[in-house]
């Protein structure tokens, strides 16, 4: 089994920032691309960064220059700073993880439970 487990969202007034972490565990022997999505209320999901293997990274238009994404391979983890927050940004944060089992299983995706983070004064 394979979980991923996101922190570090909560509520923050416009201009501040936060850093979301998302650690995977379980059964795991490899980790290709791994990134985060977003959800506001009544919107549909949308990609915000995505960091591969090799630590080539990419962004949505809208957060360019104020988020960063950064993975730490050692601890299985992915990390969301964000910057310069403002309340468009409100919504739930859900983290994903493109992960091989074994070297007997391909990938799949696997997605954690959603973290919270609302920007408002």
């Known amino acids: 089994q394979v979980q991923l487990v996101e922190s570090g969202g909560g509520l923050v007034q416009p201009g501040g920032s936060l850093r979301l972490s998302c650690a995977a565990s379980?059964?795991?022997?490899?980790?290709?691309?791994m990134g985060w999505y977003r959800q506001a209320p009544g919107e549909q999901l949308e990609l915000v960064a995505q960091?591969?293997?090799?630590?080539?990274?990419s962004y949505a238009e809208f957060v360019v220059g104020r988020f960063a994404i950064s993975r730490d391979n050692a601890k299985k983890t992915v990390y969301l700073e964000m910057d310069n927050l403002k309340p468009e940004d409100t919504a739930v944060y859900y983290c994903y993880g493109v992960i091989r089992r074994s070297s007997s299983n391909w990938y799949s995706t696997y997605w954690g439970q959603g973290t919270q983070v609302a920007v408002s004064s």
């Open positions: 379980g059964t795991i022997f490899s980790i290709n691309d």
């Open positions: 960091i591969t293997s090799g630590d080539n990274t």
